[in-house]
């Protein structure tokens, strides 16, 4: 089954306010992935973490990877209408494998 | 444009009927995914292929079959269409693991 969690699976907020998402895994993550999908949409990559305590940041984005590597978020600063979507967080070596497997995503929306 | 090709983008199915996705990446890449999206279940992995040549079993592969014919193409094929298999279906490629490109997306009803 899918060992990548993500929390919470929707979050609605006031345009403005901030956003935040969890991934948590049961096991070690050698790496971490981010995607966006807009609405109709497909699923866009947003950026990988791979060391322990690594901070990315783009523009209002800022992504974290747990110290160890079991944990990731991604916060966004002042939400816009822009930022409608679901982000969802990606281990892309499950099990040593090549897998790809998502979390079930989060679901954002902003009321402008 | 560079990416990942997916056809159909749209298709009815009656159940019982049988049916292959298309997809095709022109970035060289070596492995390639095809997912299904269902509201509230994310995307979930039905098979993947890390090389040419080489298939494996992701989360959710029963009614499915794959085949990777070539570095380019790999395909998704439904036997006996079910109406649980009604989803949006992506194809992805990526490379060592570095980011995944996706297609467009098939959206399939079966009925």
């Known amino acids: 089954g899918q060992q990548v969690m993500q929390i919470p699976q929707y979050q609605h907020v006031q345009e403005g306010e901030d956003f935040t998402t969890y991934c948590n895994s049961s096991?070690?993550?050698?790496?971490i992935q981010w995607y966006k999908q807009r609405p109709g949409g497909h699923p866009v990559f947003l950026i990988q973490l791979v060391k322990s305590g690594e901070v990315k940041k783009q523009k209002r984005l800022t992504f974290q990877f747990g110290e160890a590597k079991k944990n990731s978020s991604l916060h966004i600063t002042a939400t816009q209408t822009t930022d409608v979507g679901t982000y969802f967080c990606a281990d892309p070596s499950q099990g040593g494998s090549e897998k790809l497997v998502f979390g079930k995503g989060t679901k954002l929306t902003v009321n402008p | 444009n560079a990416g990942v090709t997916q056809t159909p983008k749209f298709q009815v199915l009656k159940t019982g009927q049988s049916m292959t996705l298309q997809c095709a990446q022109d970035?060289?890449?070596?492995?390639m995914y095809w997912y299904r999206q269902d509201p509230g279940m994310g995307l979930r992995l039905i098979y993947y292929?890390?090389?040419?040549?080489?298939?494996d079993k992701g989360e959710v592969p029963n009614g499915y079959n794959v085949s990777r014919l070539n570095k380019r193409e790999f395909s998704l094929r439904l036997e006996s269409a079910a109406p649980s298999q009604t989803s949006v279906y992506f194809c992805?490629?990526?490379?060592?693991?570095?980011?995944?490109?996706f297609g467009q997306g098939t959206r399939l009803t079966v009925v």
């Open positions: 292929s890390a090389s040419e040549g080489t298939t």
């Open positions: 970035m060289n890449h070596n492995s």
């Open positions: 096991t070690t993550l050698s790496n």
């Open positions: 992805a490629s990526s490379d060592r693991r570095v980011l995944a490109f």
